[in-house]
């Protein structure tokens, strides 16, 4: 296959370039950046006054009590607090966003598993906020467990809008085209097989950059994304913390009638404001958004037989107060070479506590190779049985067992402890494939009493 012809591919050395100045490397680290020089104060958070007239404000992602590990806050030096840039919150149309439990009254639930062709970017007019599309939602926000799995597309910039979310942070997966995330802390663009963590609370406005863009969006409700622990696998592989990126200090000084979209225990609310809310001219902290290419990632996979469990493959997790048992994880199955001795390969057929909502970024899934196509979804949720579609089957259990790089590929799963409920409009839409269950059809019989394996 043409790597070059994939949609989303480009060669590691174009990725290089593509870490521009404008954004800072590291995982969870305290960074500091200012747009104007002497903006940030030193060796203290608030000065009786500060440079150029600013405002001191503190964003807090975690109680102020939280342990070292999980404690997030920044420090915003901005034109005018917040609270100047918010009025009387008017609540309007919500559109399709649903939110974990709200979901419960309208859910069609049904059983069985689930898989949807890509939604189509249509000529309406559709900016984040109203493009969002809820398909599934788990747990329950109000008290901060549980996701919300979305599907986002987007038809045009938001110019003087702009957006928050108090219910969860916001995990951006790009699938069609870039997304430009201009936000409080700085700007952040994504392009396909890039994903953007938005934390809960910052306000931010999203704009396209080479036309209508499609995305997958996982809301996660609970503690915010970490790296998962490499445990044996030690100190690097996997998702590196230096390839993660957060941006430097950029702020607009624009006074101009603008809406603040807010979403707020699943409702959505409008206030009026006079000004641009993203004037944060310098910032300090460890709670912001940042940005991954999915490429980066370093897979550890088993090198002479047996399929691990996919947790192998994982970018990101939410972790819950269970140890071990995730609120999410945010898992992906990325280009990489198979080369298991005396082993089927893909997926093994499994039933799971945990409940597992996939989508395609570009090239062809393993387990799936028709049917689940890029830009399309899937849903398989807690215990109900799945695994190779037939042809898969047959196909793994029959060739040839040599080194074979899976290429082009970029699948991933949003997986949770929580069943995940479908929403109405998910279970209504004309791309719900009915036919799904039918690529397990024809697996065959093949029991014999009497066949056995050679060793
Ligand atoms: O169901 C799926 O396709 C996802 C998946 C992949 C894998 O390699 C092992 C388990 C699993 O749930
Ligand atoms: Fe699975």
């Not at 480009?10 to 490397?25: H, K, L």
């Not at 503690?223 to 390839?243: E, S, V, Y």
């Not at 057929?349 to 387990?367: C, K, P, Q």
């Amino acid at each position: 296959m043409n790597l070059q012809n994939v949609s989303g591919f480009r060669a590691p050395e174009e990725r290089r370039s593509a870490i521009v100045t404008g954004y800072m490397s590291g995982f969870g680290n305290s960074f500091e950046t200012e747009a104007l020089e002497g903006a940030l104060p030193i060796g203290r958070n608030s000065p009786q006054k500060l440079n150029y007239g600013l405002y001191a404000e503190q964003l807090s992602g975690s109680p102020f009590t939280a342990p070292q590990a999980t404690n997030q806050r920044s420090w915003l030096y901005r034109i005018r607090p917040t609270v100047k840039h918010s009025g009387r919150y008017a609540k309007v149309d919500k559109g399709l966003i649903r939110t974990a439990p709200a979901a419960r009254d309208e859910s069609e639930l049904p059983i069985g598993q689930m898989r949807w062709d890509p939604l189509p970017i249509s000529g309406e007019d559709l900016t984040f906020v109203t493009g969002l599309r809820t398909i599934t939602t788990a747990g329950d926000s109000d008290t901060q467990v549980g996701m919300a799995a979305h599907v986002l597309l987007v038809t045009r910039s938001m110019e003087n809008e702009y957006f928050f979310n108090a219910d969860g942070e916001y995990l951006v997966v790009a699938q069609e085209n870039a997304l430009r995330f201009r936000t409080e802390f700085g700007v952040i663009d994504i392009a396909p097989a890039e994903i953007c963590i938005i934390p809960r609370g910052v306000i931010f406005k999203v704009e396209l950059i080479d036309g209508p863009a499609r995305a997958y969006v996982c809301e996660n409700y609970g503690g915010a994304f970490t790296l998962p622990d490499r445990g044996p696998i030690g100190a690097n592989c996997l998702a590196n913390p230096r390839d993660f990126l957060t941006p430097v200090a950029a702020y607009e000084d624009k006074e101009e009638p603008s809406s603040l979209f807010v979403k707020w225990g699943g409702e959505l609310y409008r206030t009026e404001i006079a000004q641009s809310p993203l004037d944060v001219v310098a910032w300090h902290g460890n709670y912001a958004p940042y940005k991954y290419d999915l490429r980066h990632f370093s897979p550890v996979n088993a090198v002479l037989f047996d399929h691990p469990d996919p947790s192998i493959f994982t970018v990101l997790t939410a972790p819950s107060e269970t140890p071990g048992t995730a609120n999410i994880d945010f898992v992906i199955f990325p280009e990489r070479w198979s080369v298991a001795e005396n082993t089927f390969r893909p997926p093994w057929y499994h039933r799971n506590l945990m409940s597992e909502f996939m989508g395609l970024i570009y090239g062809v899934y393993d387990a799936k190779p028709e049917g689940f196509v890029p830009g399309g979804m899937s849903l398989h949720n807690q215990m109900l049985p799945h695994g190779p579609d037939t042809s898969a089957f047959e196909h793994a259990s029959n060739v040839e067992l040599k080194p074979v790089k899976m290429e082009g590929t970029m699948a991933f799963m949003f997986e949770t402890r929580f069943p995940q409920r479908v929403t109405k409009y998910a279970a209504g839409l004309p791309q719900l494939q009915e036919s799904y269950i039918d690529c397990w059809r024809d697996l065959k019989k093949h029991f014999d009493p009497n066949r056995r394996e050679p060793k």
